[in-house]
């Protein structure tokens, strides 16, 4: 009876693992309120039970490389590339989009009002020395803000602790620090419209390709790491990709705005 009971509890949990999975994600997709609206949809189609890390896409991807995980969907496609072509994904697959603003205080005391486009942006902020608050993290968002001084031939380390503030957190942290201290900051446009603490600060740029911000679904492969879920995260992704998840990505709004556009293929 003994081995009946211990057998019977390891079938058991064997069944709920099988169902759940972890998938390492940007922050971004979080702090929207994305996973809050549609997990609850994928569970009750699927089964599934996912749980999630919200962290920096740099962060998020050396978690699925140590094999923490059995997805990766965040938003920096050519390390998202690298890491299947390292071949710890099994494929990647565009999955969302939307696009990153400058926001920062209403006096706007670098005139992005008036920029041509971010490299104008950048340049002003530059000039005016005022100050910029950057995540600092190697997130998909940092890597954006990275590539956008260097198109703008800006060292912003070289102002470091002077007009360029490190905060090495989160875009809600670095929003918060950033905004108190009548700073610029790139972020997601998701985030700013999720985001409560405004204060002071408005959207002030907005609008262009340089600053668009696609994201990306990966199975880990299980040729890595072979406690990967793989079936549920086929799943997973399969059911992120299909119609119903992307029109369910699609429906999802805050006060009224879509936050992410599908763009599966």
Not at 131 to 140: L, Q
Not at 190 to 203: E, G, M, P, R, V
Not at 227 to 240: G, I, K, R
Request: charged content about 20%; glycine content about 10%; overall charge negative.
């Amino acid at each position: 009876m003994k081995h009946l009971i211990t057998f019977i509890a390891f079938a058991l949990s064997t069944h709920a693992l099988a169902d759940t999975i972890i998938v390492q994600s940007t922050t971004s997709t979080q702090n929207s309120g994305l996973y809050d609206y549609l997990l609850p949809i994928l569970k009750k189609e699927t089964g599934l039970q996912v749980n999630v890390v919200a962290v920096g896409t740099g962060q998020a991807i050396k978690n699925a490389m140590r094999c923490d995980g059995d997805v990766l969907l965040v938003h920096a496609k050519s390390a998202e590339e690298k890491f299947v072509a390292d071949g710890y994904g099994g494929y990647r697959r565009d999955l969302m989009y939307n696009d990153f603003v400058i926001v920062g205080p209403k006096a706007d005391p670098a005139n992005l009002a008036g920029a041509r486009d971010v490299i104008d942006a950048l340049q002003r902020i530059k000039q005016a020395g005022a100050k910029f608050a950057s995540r600092g993290d190697d997130s998909g968002t940092h890597k954006k803000e990275r590539s956008l001084w260097q198109a703008a031939a800006i060292d912003p380390e070289a102002g470091s602790g002077q007009w360029y503030l490190e905060t090495g957190s989160g875009m809600g942290a670095t929003l918060n620090t950033g905004l108190g201290l009548g700073a610029y900051v790139l972020t997601d446009r998701a985030t700013w419209i999720s985001f409560a603490n405004k204060q002071d600060s408005i959207l002030l740029f907005e609008g262009e390709p340089a600053l668009f911000n696609q994201y990306g679904v990966v199975p880990v492969n299980v040729g890595k790491c072979p406690n990967v879920n793989q079936a549920a995260a086929e799943t997973f992704t399969q059911w992120l990709l299909s119609n119903t998840g992307q029109a369910a990505i699609g429906a999802y709004q805050v006060e009224g705005k879509q936050l992410f556009f599908p763009n599966a293929h």
